[in-house]
């Protein structure tokens, strides 16, 4: 099969959505299939796989998409698309790339489905604030309407990632056959770049953390994490026998030392350990006892399913994208709110067998979350996509 993936957004771009874009094409061309990457061109210094077709686009006047790009004039590039030949379309943007998708998908009768990745007006105060205070989310919402309304008519399947977005998909219009089908994990890699107790304490005396309770963040450094929430929580709590570690990069990792400084946090107390490449993160997610997130704009929370794997773990504020996955007294823990995140804080600090009686427990939560099974389920989808490409009118539907 012949499949054609098309987003405005793709490596060197870090981000959950990138990372389960590039999952799904490296499972299915193990399987044996032919996937195209049609995105926009990048400043950043990259080589590319031939598979990966880039288009000149122009930046986005937003501090928080600084990164990003989107291609214009995309119906004269249709005949590039063209040229590949494909089977299968599948949308995982609503931007340019989509544009292009839906014309190419239109122009070429090629079938196409859909993945609805984010929920737009929960990320707007973070793009710009200027334009937050005056709009939020009845300004967002309905822009989200007008982007995805063609795709929604297009495709002939839609896919979000948990039961928290198809819960809010009318919102956005979506409607006909919507399918569940959360993003899956490279448990392998994962699994195999586990380390012994030995390198794992060697770690540990090189940044000065030996025999502390280590509570742990990885991910993007960006405000609609919330990680200034973790500190606040953090700073009420700490003592000379914990330490809190935040593994990555990102545009709030300045304002986050500040805050570290207002709250008399340490270098001791928190120590920002920069960017590490996702290849070489399972120690990191190893060394934690208990790792941490407030963020509620999740549509599914990959790094959520990575600490589970690599046997850690998590202590996560409360949100629906996390039914199903979550349970408590097995591989985690919730919380609601501030005052409840120091108050499990302290519970753990106590009494520190609370959260390594869950540590044999938790790849077992989550084993079924694997980029395998991902692969398989997206070609199922994209089976019945090329079956039924001709049917119209379908009524709303959802499925597991």
Same mark, same amino acid.
């Given at each position: 099969?012949?499949?054609?993936?098309?987003?405005?957004?793709?490596?060197?771009?870090?981000?959950?959505?990138?990372?389960?874009?590039?999952?799904?094409?490296?499972?299915?061309?193990?399987?044996?299939?032919?996937?195209?990457?049609?995105?926009?061109?990048?400043?950043?210094?990259?080589?590319?796989?031939?598979?990966?077709?880039?288009?000149?686009?122009?930046?986005?006047?937003?501090?928080?998409?600084?990164?990003?790009?989107?291609?214009?004039?995309?119906?004269?590039?249709?005949?590039?698309?063209?040229?590949?030949?494909?089977?299968?379309?599948?949308?995982?943007?609503?931007?340019?790339?989509?544009?292009?998708?839906?014309?190419?998908?239109?122009?070429?009768?090629?079938?196409?489905?859909?993945?609805?990745?984010?929920?737009?007006?929960?990320?707007?105060?973070?793009?710009?604030?200027?334009?937050?205070?005056?709009?939020?989310? *009845?300004?967002?919402?309905? &822009? !989200? @309407? +007008?982007?995805?309304?063609? =795709? /929604?008519?297009?495709?002939?399947?839609?896919?979000? *990632?948990?039961?928290?977005? &198809? !819960? @809010? +998909?009318?919102?956005?219009? =979506? /409607?006909?056959?919507?399918?569940?089908?959360?993003?899956?994990?490279?448990?392998?890699?994962?699994?195999?770049?586990?380390?012994?107790?030995?390198?794992?304490?060697?770690?540990?005396?090189?940044?000065?953390?030996?025999?502390?309770?280590?509570?742990?963040?990885?991910?993007?450094?960006?405000?609609?994490?919330?990680?200034?929430?973790?500190?606040?929580?953090?700073?009420?709590?700490?003592?000379?026998?914990?330490?809190?570690?935040?593994?990555?990069?990102?545009?709030?990792?300045?304002?986050?030392?500040?805050?570290?400084?207002?709250?008399?946090?340490?270098?001791?107390?928190?120590?920002?350990?920069?960017?590490?490449?996702?290849?070489?993160?399972?120690?990191?997610?190893?060394?934690?006892?208990?790792?941490?997130?407030?963020?509620?704009?999740?549509?599914?929370?990959?790094?959520?399913?990575?600490?589970?794997?690599?046997?850690?773990?998590?202590?996560?504020?409360?949100?629906?994208?996390?039914?199903?996955?979550?349970?408590?007294?097995?591989?985690?823990?919730?919380?609601?709110?501030?005052?409840?995140?120091?108050?499990?804080?302290?519970?753990?600090?106590?009494?520190?067998?609370?959260?390594?009686?869950?540590?044999?427990?938790?790849?077992?939560?989550?084993?079924?979350?694997?980029?395998?099974?991902?692969?398989?389920?997206?070609?199922?989808?994209?089976?019945?996509?090329?079956?039924?490409?001709?049917?119209?009118?379908?009524?709303?539907?959802?499925?597991?």
């Amino acid at each position: 099969m012949r499949i054609g993936i098309f987003t405005d957004a793709y490596k060197p771009l870090i981000s959950g959505v990138v990372t389960s874009i590039y999952t799904l094409e490296h499972e299915l061309i193990k399987l044996g299939h032919e996937v195209f990457i049609f995105t926009n061109d990048t400043d950043e210094e990259v080589i590319d796989a031939s598979n990966v077709i880039r288009f000149k686009g122009l930046k986005l006047p937003f501090k928080g998409l600084k990164s990003y790009k989107l291609a214009y004039l995309v119906r004269t590039k249709l005949k590039t698309v063209k040229k590949y030949k494909l089977d299968v379309i599948h949308i995982e943007t609503e931007f340019s790339m989509a544009k292009m998708a839906v014309l190419a998908s239109k122009k070429y009768k090629i079938p196409c489905v859909y993945t609805l990745h984010t929920l737009y007006e929960d990320y707007l105060q973070y793009i710009s604030k200027t334009i937050d205070t005056y709009f939020h989310k *009845p300004f967002l919402a309905s &822009l !989200a @309407k +007008i982007l995805i309304k063609p =795709i /929604n008519k297009q495709a002939i399947i839609k896919i979000v *990632p948990t039961r928290k977005v &198809l !819960a @809010k +998909i009318n919102n956005y219009y =979506i /409607n006909g056959d919507v399918r569940v089908v959360p993003t899956g994990i490279d448990f392998e890699t994962l699994l195999n770049n586990k380390q012994s107790e030995e390198e794992l304490i060697k770690l540990k005396q090189k940044l000065n953390i030996n025999n502390k309770l280590i509570f742990i963040y990885i991910g993007r450094l960006s405000e609609e994490k919330s990680i200034n929430l973790l500190l606040d929580a953090y700073a009420k709590v700490k003592n000379e026998n914990t330490v809190f570690l935040i593994v990555g990069d990102g545009p709030s990792k300045e304002g986050l030392l500040k805050k570290c400084d207002e709250l008399n946090l340490t270098d001791e107390d928190v120590k920002f350990l920069g960017f590490v490449k996702w290849e070489e993160l399972t120690p990191y997610y190893e060394m934690g006892d208990c790792f941490l997130n407030a963020s509620v704009t999740e549509t599914q929370g990959l790094t959520y399913l990575e600490s589970l794997a690599c046997g850690t773990p998590i202590l996560v504020q409360k949100d629906e994208a996390l039914d199903g996955l979550l349970k408590e007294g097995m591989n985690g823990y919730y919380y609601d709110g501030h005052n409840d995140l120091v108050n499990k804080l302290k519970l753990i600090i106590n009494d520190t067998t609370i959260i390594k009686s869950l540590k044999n427990k938790t790849y077992e939560s989550v084993k079924d979350y694997s980029k395998e099974n991902y692969a398989l389920k997206m070609l199922e989808i994209y089976q019945e996509a090329i079956k039924n490409k001709d049917r119209n009118n379908i009524k709303f539907i959802t499925h597991n």
